[in-house]
C-alpha cells in the first residue's frame, strides 16, 4: 500500500486513535511527519512522539494525551495543503489562528516551525496543517 501524503496519513491516525481513545498509535516515518509530531508535543497536543527503527523500516510511536474527562486535549486537526493544491502564506497571515489557542504548522525555509516561531523569525512558507 502506498501512501501519497504522509503528513495526511498521520494526522488521521492520530485523530482516528483520539476517537477510539486509544493511548497510543503508530505513524508512518518520513522526516516532515516526525517535524509535525515533535511540534505537536511541543505546543502539548501530545504526550510523546519518538522514532522507532525497525531495521531499515521507521515509524512513529506517538502517545496521545487526553483531558480529565477522558476527551482527546486535540479539537480539530486539518490538513490545508495537499498534494493536488498547495497552500502558500506570508508570516501576517500566520500570526495567530484561533485566537492563539490554536496552531499553524508552517514548512519554511528554516524547517518545519509552528506559526509563533515562523512570525518571530519573519518568513512564511506553506501551511501544512491547522490544530487546536
Given at each position: 500500500m502506498a501512501i501519497n501524503d504522509l503528513v495526511s496519513d498521520a494526522l488521521?491516525?492520530?485523530r482516528n486513535a483520539g476517537?477510539?481513545?486509544?493511548?497510543?498509535?503508530?505513524?508512518v516515518h518520513?522526516?516532515?511527519?516526525?517535524a509535525v509530531a515533535n511540534i505537536l508535543v511541543e505546543k502539548g497536543y501530545l504526550e510523546s512522539a519518538n522514532v522507532v527503527?525497525?531495521?531499515?523500516?521507521?515509524?512513529?510511536?506517538?502517545?496521545?494525551?487526553?483531558n480529565d474527562e477522558?476527551?482527546?486535549?486535540?479539537?480539530?486537526?486539518?490538513?490545508?495543503?495537499?498534494?493536488?493544491?498547495?497552500?502558500?502564506?506570508?508570516?501576517?497571515?500566520i500570526k495567530r489562528f484561533k485566537n492563539g489557542y490554536g496552531?499553524?504548522?508552517?514548512?519554511?525555509?528554516?524547517?518545519?516551525?509552528a506559526n509563533d516561531k515562523a512570525f518571530e523569525l519573519g518568513?512564511?512558507?506553506?501551511?501544512?496543517?491547522?490544530?487546536?
Open positions: 488521521t491516525r492520530v476517537m477510539r481513545r486509544l493511548p497510543v498509535t503508530t505513524l518520513s522526516k516532515s511527519v516526525e527503527e525497525d531495521g531499515v523500516k521507521k515509524t512513529i510511536k506517538v502517545v496521545l494525551k487526553y477522558g476527551k482527546t486535549v486535540i479539537n480539530e486537526m486539518k490538513r490545508v495543503s495537499k498534494p493536488g493544491r498547495r497552500v502558500y502564506k506570508g508570516k501576517e497571515d496552531t499553524i504548522i508552517v514548512s519554511t525555509s528554516h524547517g518545519v516551525l518568513i512564511g512558507g506553506e501551511v501544512m496543517c491547522t490544530i487546536w
